[in-house]
């Protein structure tokens, strides 16, 4: 039986005053098409998400990515367009706080700095399909940690970048592009941006 643990940046204690901005609505189909698609398995018994979100790509980066950095690295063979790369960037300038808005396959609740805030939750239920699969899921799961999602100026195209982090300091930091389609956010690329074992 496995925990899957969704964090976010605790950056809320290094400053009492802060009072980070709710993430809007449209961003949660993304989040749960993320976690549903590659890290949830049937093992899953419950999530825990944390209430803010990443800022910086990597466990080593100092800074809130910018332009330099998306310039540099070329993630997706430099072929994201300019508008979603800003989007993303502007977006990501500073935590905001996630909400009981996800509608993924199995129950969640939400971990502060201090710890359990509420009672578990579970908007959605359970697929039967859902059940029966695990093919791109992990075996184990660690820490995740998601970003805000950056836009396409006709929505039709999203970026996530996600940070699962494990026991004894492994882990990866994954930038995923999906498309929108009839049915749904799909799943185009995934830029694998650190690795630790």
């Not at 802060?18 to 961003?27: H, N």
């Not at 994954?174 to 694998?192: C, I, Q, S, Y």
Request: glycine fraction near 10%; aromatic fraction near 10%.
């Amino acid at each position: 039986m496995g925990l899957l643990v969704v964090s976010g940046e605790g950056l809320a204690g290094d400053r009492p005053h802060f009072k980070p901005a709710p993430v809007p609505s449209s961003e949660y189909p993304v989040y749960d098409r993320v976690i549903d698609a590659k890290f949830l398995t049937s093992q899953t018994e419950r999530v825990l998400i944390g209430r803010l979100t990443v800022t910086r790509l990597g466990p080593g980066e100092k800074d809130v990515p910018g332009q330099a950095y998306f310039r540099e690295r070329q993630p997706f063979d430099g072929s994201l367009e300019a508008e979603l790369v800003t989007d993303f960037i502007l977006k990501n300038s500073k935590p905001a706080r996630l909400e009981d808005k996800f509608k993924i396959g199995a129950p969640y609740r939400f971990v502060s700095d201090e710890g359990m805030e509420e009672p578990e939750a579970s908007l959605a239920p359970i697929p039967a399909a859902f059940l029966e699969r695990t093919q791109e899921a992990p075996s184990t799961v660690g820490i995740l940690t998601l970003s805000r999602v950056g836009f396409s100026p006709r929505r039709d195209r999203a970026l996530v970048y996600v940070e699962d982090n494990r026991r004894g300091g492994s882990g990866s930091g994954l930038l995923m592009l999906l498309a929108w389609r009839w049915k749904g956010w799909e799943f185009l690329d995934t830029e694998v941006l650190w690795v630790a074992q």
